[in-house]
């Protein structure tokens, strides 16, 4: 089993019913930063869940077949030349997230309040592919609350005005 860490707590998010909003901390800089956080603060931001991040990348995505690549082109039809295939390429291997350039730490943090253990949810993070013009960006986002409950997708994302933004996704893996 993958051991699993919290980098720099990563999340204690607030019960909706809290009167404190959920405060975002940055620790990083860059286009990978800003794709995980547009993406972790994206996902979370209606959530009552401890999140933990787990602490090196993981992707399902590794050996693509034609009709798993007819599929996700079909299900993310926007989505530009070159992009799954650096996407896979960057993929081949798993890495520690502490040695992916500007991704110094990812924090999303409430207000301390402790949530039992049947609210954690465990999520792992691939590495970024991009299209060939920088313009777009593939990451896989796993998300699991227990062995046999839990989901990916592949998420596109496009830079407009300088920040990365979510414009689709694609389900990859259920359980």
Same mark, same amino acid.
Not at 10 to 21: D, K
């Given at each position: 089993?993958?051991?699993?860490?919290v980098v720099a707590a990563i999340a204690i998010?607030?019960?909706?019913?809290?009167?404190?909003?959920?405060?975002?901390?940055?620790?990083?800089?860059?286009?990978?930063?800003?794709?995980?956080?547009?993406?972790?603060?994206?996902?979370?931001?209606?959530?009552?869940?401890?999140?933990?991040?787990?602490?090196?990348?993981?992707?399902?995505? /590794?050996? !693509?077949?034609?009709? +798993?690549?007819? $599929?996700?082109?079909?299900?993310?039809?926007?989505? *530009? %030349?070159?992009?799954?295939?650096?996407?896979?390429?960057?993929?081949?291997?798993?890495?520690?997230?502490?040695?992916?350039?500007?991704?110094?730490?990812?924090?999303?943090?409430?207000?301390g309040q402790k949530l039992s253990g049947r609210?954690? /949810?465990? !999520?792992?993070?691939? +590495?970024?592919? $991009?299209?060939?013009?920088?313009?777009?960006?593939? *990451? %896989?986002?796993?998300?699991?609350?227990?062995?046999?409950?839990?989901?990916?997708?592949?998420?596109?994302?496009?830079?407009?005005?300088?920040?990365?933004?979510?414009?689709?996704?694609?389900?990859?893996?259920?359980?």
């Amino acid at each position: 089993m993958k051991k699993e860490i919290v980098v720099a707590a990563i999340a204690i998010l607030v019960v909706g019913s809290c009167s404190n909003p959920v405060q975002r901390i940055e620790y990083g800089s860059g286009d990978e930063y800003g794709i995980y956080a547009a993406v972790l603060q994206g996902d979370s931001a209606s959530s009552s869940y401890l999140l933990i991040l787990r602490d090196s990348t993981y992707t399902s995505l /590794v050996n !693509i077949d034609s009709v +798993r690549m007819a $599929y996700i082109k079909n299900c993310i039809p926007s989505m *530009l %030349e070159g992009a799954l295939t650096n996407f896979v390429a960057v993929n081949r291997n798993n890495v520690g997230m502490k040695h992916i350039p500007g991704v110094n730490n990812l924090e999303i943090a409430g207000d301390g309040q402790k949530l039992s253990g049947r609210d954690t /949810v465990f !999520i792992t993070l691939s +590495r970024v592919g $991009y299209d060939n013009s920088r313009t777009q960006a593939l *990451l %896989e986002v796993g998300e699991s609350v227990g062995p046999l409950a839990g989901s990916g997708s592949l998420i596109l994302l496009e830079k407009v005005d300088g920040r990365w933004q979510i414009k689709a996704r694609c389900m990859t893996w259920i359980s």
